[in-house]
């Protein structure tokens, strides 16, 4: 499966491969999204939504810094 950035993404074995560039046009959106979103405690206890935004942005954070 070809994402909108163009990277190849195998669902099955979760790779995902994206340029220096593409990564950090992916955070700067996660990071607008947050920011935007203005999660309470109790949307990130639902685990849901704003949740799965914020989650996300920190696994990217972790993989980019490995």
């Not at 195998?10 to 995902?16: D, F, Q, S």
């Not at 203005?38 to 914020?54: F, L, T, W």
Request: charge should be negative.
């Amino acid at each position: 499966m070809k994402s909108d950035f163009g990277a190849n993404i195998n669902r099955e074995h979760a790779t995902l491969c994206l340029t220096e560039d593409e990564t950090n046009e992916l955070i700067e959106a996660l990071e607008e999204a947050v920011y935007l979103l203005d999660p309470s405690e109790e949307d990130m206890q639902k685990k849901a939504g704003a949740y799965r935004v914020v989650t996300a942005l920190e696994k990217l954070y972790d993989n980019c810094r490995t």
